[in-house]
């Protein structure tokens, strides 16, 4: 593998955190939805809380799949 394609991987990889980063500082409210979603199970009682979140994660899956396949067409 060489060593530019490594370092440019490791670029992106970072912007993206530092993207997630500011999103979540200037709007984390505005984003309390997340989680929240019709599809998402929560079962709250006396002393257990479970919380499984399949909408919200079948969402996060199709966005990180349509961000890889952007990046990869970018870097052909």
Request: charged fraction near 15%.
């Amino acid at each position: 593998m060489d060593h530019t394609n490594v370092a440019k991987g490791l670029v992106v990889v970072g912007g993206v955190i530092l993207a997630i980063g500011l999103v979540w500082y200037f709007w984390g409210d505005k984003l309390s939805w997340i989680g929240h979603l019709p599809g998402d199970i929560r079962i709250e009682k006396e002393n257990v809380r479970i919380y499984i979140p399949i909408t919200t994660m079948i969402l996060a899956s199709l966005l990180i799949s349509i961000l890889l396949r952007v990046f990869r067409h970018l870097m052909h």
